[in-house]
């Protein structure tokens, strides 16, 4: 019998981690400015939840995905795409490369690619090496529940550091009612404001889980219009072009041309090159976090 375990990889969403680091400690100003001047706090947040998370969940292997710039091929589909995010804070602007180069002194690859999302590339990534690691996702955002499957969890960050809610298919089940890929449809009916698209105008969550258990999916409500309550046939059919751009949005790609190997993706830090770039940046007691046991440090 073959018991040999399977390598495990955590697929990061980086821009994920740095925001919610960075808009943590920018409530009260504590901007943590080095000596050079550059503000640290979001990249200081950012190690220290990419390592109490590879402390909690232990992968054997590790990447980092990025968004690179907001225009993407969903912002060419529908010029409002996450229009309603306004400029990034001016303090938070040097921190998003120097946080690539920290990503870099640890070994860890950093992915991203014109034109698409980090959940692309993490889409992409989990399916190329589902068949022979565990894959986990890594990330604040939702959307990325639509990837779930056998080989494949998402560990949504709560507040605080060390916090997290795991979801698998068997979690989303129980939580939705509906399988991880319908979450695409869901998202096509109800919209997302955060995302700024409105999917069907007057169908919320509640209305729409309820026609995705019926019918499937959106071609098969589509299909069975008359079958739907006179308002709810009615909100459909004015809003039709908008539910299928919606889906389109919706949708994670996950054939982008982007890849990883486990080798290069193998969770070895040279303890030297990366203490230097911390001491470098003058980021002070992320050090005690570094996995510097035996099976991580080369």
Request: a negative charge.
């Amino acid at each position: 019998m073959n018991n040999i375990q399977k390598p495990s990889l955590m697929l990061v969403d980086g821009m994920a981690l740095l925001f919610r680091a960075f808009y943590a400690t920018a409530v009260s100003g504590q901007f943590m400015i080095n000596s050079k001047g550059i503000p640290t706090n979001g990249i200081h947040g950012f190690v220290k939840h990419l390592f109490t998370a590879v402390s909690s969940f232990k992968p054997t292997h590790l990447a980092v995905c990025w968004d690179m710039g907001s225009k993407t091929f969903r912002t060419e589909l529908f010029d409002a795409y996450k229009g309603n995010r306004g400029e990034a804070p001016v303090e938070l602007i040097p921190q998003f490369d120097l946080v690539k180069e920290v990503v870099a002194s640890f070994d860890i690859p950093n992915i991203g690619l014109e034109g698409y999302e980090a959940d692309d590339c993490i889409g992409t990534i989990a399916n190329q090496t589902k068949e022979y690691a565990h894959v986990s996702i890594l990330t604040g955002d939702q959307d990325i529940l639509q990837l779930l499957d056998e080989s494949i969890s998402v560990i949504l960050l709560k507040k605080g550091y060390g916090n997290y809610h795991v979801h698998t298919p068997q979690t989303f089940w129980e939580e939705k009612g509906i399988t991880p890929r319908q979450m695409i449809d869901l998202k096509a009916l109800m919209g997302d404001p955060s995302d700024n698209y409105p999917g069907v105008k007057g169908i919320g969550e509640k209305t729409a889980l309820k026609l995705l258990q019926e019918f499937d999916h959106v071609e098969g409500i589509i299909a069975n219009l008359d079958q739907l309550s006179k308002s709810n046939k009615t909100k459909i059919e004015q809003d039709l072009e908008m539910l299928h751009l919606s889906r389109r949005l919706a949708e994670i790609k996950c054939d982008v041309p982007v890849s990883c190997t486990l080798e290069e993706a193998g969770l070895r830090i040279e303890k030297e090159k990366a203490l230097n770039k911390l001491m470098e940046l003058e980021l002070r007691g992320v050090q005690r976090l570094l996995p510097l046991d035996e099976a991580y440090v080369s």
